[in-house]
């Protein structure tokens, strides 16, 4: 089997009336590419990534796998994934192995392991080993364009789904605000589902040690990317300091980094993001490294994707995800997703 063509469809969405917002940006472009990339035996394999909060940046991403990737794909055999991978890495090393050009590999590895589910009638998971046959998933209720009102109404949601836990973004202008937001989903959503809290890397460490201290008083499970990414000194100090566990991930780039945390316990909760890993397999080789160190693992952002990387680890704790489509509803019991079962990333 060969590669035969990649195609690409860019689609850009109208910008928001009201953006999605957290403590550190505000979504105002969102948009995605998605990726086909066709075989000789007739299988398709698919993927879709993008950006929401720079303009532009989606189109410069299909620029890149239209004109950079797609001629170094054309003949190859698909299910020779990592040695792609390996070879579209050292192929684009001078974009820079991270940013934009990691998007473009996970676009292509996502497709890859589509195809050889397809070509096996197996699941992604189960291609690498299935550890887990259904996993608990979070709902992101709190984000910060929010008004009170509106946060208990999406919390209320959240709870009449069946979800057993939620994540607030949290990084207000004064640790009060904060407050207020999470007694306000706590009295809605009552004493027995588990709050988490994001700050999207806008604390520093005296900061993030000083409302941490409340949240945890407060009966929070995690404070989520407090410091910024890179930050790892600092990151172990705060891990120190706190009985609450520090989640964080979602901003670094290959399992390198995650080494450099993990080393110095300064992250309690590995948290993979698919698009900025480059695909599924680092995510997976990023679980199983945190395994090695007895850190449990959770993905940014839901899915059927991020489903697959989850249930194929043993240190599997969290899925994020939104309220739930229709579609999930069916595979969505008891505040768990249930493994999949279709071949390569389908139900």
């Known amino acids: 089997?060969?590669?035969?063509?990649?195609?690409?469809?860019?689609?850009?969405?109208?910008?928001?009336?009201?953006?999605?917002?957290?403590?550190?940006?505000?979504?105002?472009?969102?948009?995605?590419?998605?990726?086909?990339?066709?075989?000789?035996?007739?299988?398709?394999?698919?993927?879709?990534?993008?950006?929401?909060?720079i303009q532009g940046a989606n189109q410069t991403l299909q620029t890149m796998l239209n004109e950079e990737v797609a001629p170094l794909l054309v003949g190859r055999d698909p299910l020779a994934i990592r040695l792609?991978?390996?070879?579209?890495?050292?192929?684009?090393?001078?974009?820079?192995?991270?940013?934009?050009?990691?998007?473009?590999?996970?676009?292509?590895?996502?497709?890859?392991?589509?195809?050889?589910?397809?070509?096996?009638?197996?699941?992604?998971?189960?291609?690498?080993?299935?550890?887990?046959?259904?996993?608990?998933?979070?709902?992101?209720?709190?984000?910060?364009?929010?008004?009170?009102?509106?946060?208990?109404?999406?919390?209320?949601?959240?709870?009449?789904?069946?979800?057993?836990?939620?994540?607030?973004?949290?990084?207000?202008?004064?640790?009060?605000?904060?407050?207020?937001?999470?007694?306000?989903?706590?009295?809605?959503?009552?004493?027995?589902?588990?709050?988490?809290?994001?700050?999207?890397q806008t604390l520093t460490v005296f900061e993030a040690l000083r409302r941490g201290q409340v949240f945890q008083e407060m009966g929070v499970f995690w404070l989520e990317e407090p410091l910024p990414a890179?930050?790892?000194?600092?990151?172990?100090?705060?891990?120190?300091?706190?009985?609450?566990p520090i989640a964080t991930g979602e901003n670094l780039y290959g399992k390198e980094e995650f080494k450099e945390l993990l080393v110095r316990r300064g992250i309690d909760i590995v948290q993979v993001d698919l698009a900025r890993l480059g695909g599924f397999s680092e995510c997976v080789a990023t679980g199983l490294l945190a395994a090695a160190f007895g850190v449990p693992c959770c993905t940014h952002g839901g899915g059927l994707i991020n489903l697959n990387i989850l249930c194929a680890l043993p240190n599997t704790l969290y899925l994020e995800t939104g309220l739930l489509t229709d579609e999930e509803r069916d595979h969505f019991v008891d505040g768990c997703f249930l493994a999949p079962e279709g071949a390569g990333f389908s139900w």
Not at 32 to 40: C, E, G, N, Q, W
Not at 167 to 195: F, M
Not at 230 to 244: C, K, R, S
């Open 84 to 200: 792609i991978d390996e070879d579209l890495r050292r192929a684009l090393e001078e974009h820079a192995i991270h940013g934009m050009t990691m998007y473009a590999l996970t676009a292509v590895n996502v497709a890859l392991w589509d195809i050889f589910g397809q070509e096996t009638g197996q699941p992604a998971h189960r291609l690498v080993g299935q550890a887990q046959d259904r996993v608990p998933a979070y709902t992101m209720v709190g984000w910060m364009h929010l008004d009170l009102d509106e946060l208990k109404e999406v919390c209320a949601k959240s709870a009449e789904q069946g979800f057993k836990a939620v994540k607030v973004k949290v990084g207000s202008p004064t640790l009060e605000e904060d407050i207020q937001r999470l007694e306000t989903i706590r009295a809605e959503i009552g004493p027995d589902i588990t709050i988490m809290v994001d700050a999207n």
């Open 230 to 244: 890179h930050n790892y000194d600092d990151y172990a100090e705060l891990a120190h300091g706190l009985v609450m």
């Open 1 to 53: 089997m060969k590669i035969t063509r990649l195609e690409t469809e860019l689609y850009i969405a109208p910008p928001p009336e009201r953006p999605i917002t957290d403590a550190l940006r505000a979504n105002r472009h969102p948009g995605r590419v998605f990726v086909k990339l066709h075989t000789d035996k007739g299988l398709v394999g698919s993927s879709a990534v993008g950006f929401s909060s």
